[in-house]
């Protein structure tokens, strides 16, 4: 399965990306609408982006109105990103989802600024959000937790059925000539290449504690990236910051991993979930 990850992609914008993923992934949705923050918002840098967007979005009522209906139109499953400052926002947005069909799933962006991210506070929010849907529920949690496991096993425990990992981490880019902030915000969340080993071992070591389905992402822009995701333990992965430069990332990242899967006898994606885990070890024919 290979998915965008959210904010990372307007299908409305790019309706031909959108429909070569296996299922989009919102914006992060809040219950009011936001502007976001002031610009400047993205800085490239050596090995990744920084962004500090600051979840600007129509919020829930605009999302539901004008949005959903012309994505459901693109014809991809559709999860829907939401995001608050309270457990309260959470369920509010997932009993608002709730009914509507053309949603398959919620992510719970429980790496959100402002939110604490105390292990007991992601469950707490899960806690409060699991009662007011029935649609499966994604917790996105930060690498930066102090214990990304612990917090892992506590959103399993609270009704998580899955985990999205991982969110940015906090960055600063200065700027060469004047020696300050790039970003109109100063610091922002860093994606892209320099992540992924520091969400390859937030997948593996997730998968360990829980043995949920993880959407795995952080610096994917190859099928070889795609397939050391899923032996980590990732039952899908998403593209984000690679989108940004290869908007085929997707057709692309899909034909590569079918010769990585095929090169080592594997006849689906999901028979190489968990592999770096397995004592013994399969190698290219
Ligand atoms: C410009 C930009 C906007 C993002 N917006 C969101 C968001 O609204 N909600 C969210 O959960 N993650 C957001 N993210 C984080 C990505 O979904 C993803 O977790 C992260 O970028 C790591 O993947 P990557 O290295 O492939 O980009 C955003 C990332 C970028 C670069």
Redesign the pocket.
């Known amino acids: 399965m290979i998915l965008n990850?959210?904010?990372?992609l307007d299908a409305l914008e790019a309706p031909e990306v959108a429909r070569a993923l296996d299922a989009f992934v919102t914006?992060?949705v809040t219950p009011l609408a936001r502007e976001g923050n002031r610009p400047v918002r993205?800085a490239e840098t050596d090995a990744?982006?920084l962004?500090s967007?600051g979840?600007e979005n129509p919020g829930i009522e605009g999302l539901l109105a004008d949005k959903l209906p012309r994505l459901a139109g693109l014809g991809v499953p559709l999860w829907v990103?939401v995001?608050g400052f309270a457990a309260s926002d959470y369920a509010e947005l997932c009993a608002a989802l709730d009914d509507r069909a053309e949603v398959t799933t919620i992510?719970l962006?429980l790496?959100c600024p402002n939110v604490e991210e105390a292990p007991e506070s992601a469950a707490e929010i899960v806690a409060a959000a699991r009662p007011r849907t029935s649609k499966p529920l994604y917790a996105?949690l930060s690498p930066a937790a102090t214990d990304l496991p612990e917090t892992a096993r506590a959103v399993q425990a609270a009704g998580a059925d899955g985990l999205s990992l991982?969110?940015?981490i906090k960055g600063l880019a200065l700027d060469e000539r004047t020696l300050e902030p790039r970003l109109g915000r100063e610091l922002g969340?860093y994606?892209?290449p320099a992540?992924k080993p520091i969400?390859l071992a937030a997948v593996y070591q997730c998968y360990r504690a829980t043995g949920l389905p993880i959407v795995g992402?952080?610096?994917?822009s190859t099928g070889r990236d795609a397939l050391e995701f899923l032996a980590a333990g990732a039952a899908a992965v998403?593209?984000?910051?690679?989108l940004f430069s290869d908007p085929e990332a997707p057709g692309r990242v899909r034909r590569e991993l079918a010769e990585e899967l095929a090169a080592r006898g594997l006849p689906q994606p999901s028979d190489a979930t968990g592999l770096a885990h397995a004592s013994g070890t399969v190698t290219v024919a």
């Open positions: 990850a959210s904010g990372c914006k992060t993205i990744g982006m962004n967007i979840l990103s995001g992510e962006n790496s996105k991982v969110n940015t969340g994606s892209g992540l969400a992402m952080g610096g994917v998403a593209l984000g910051t690679v």
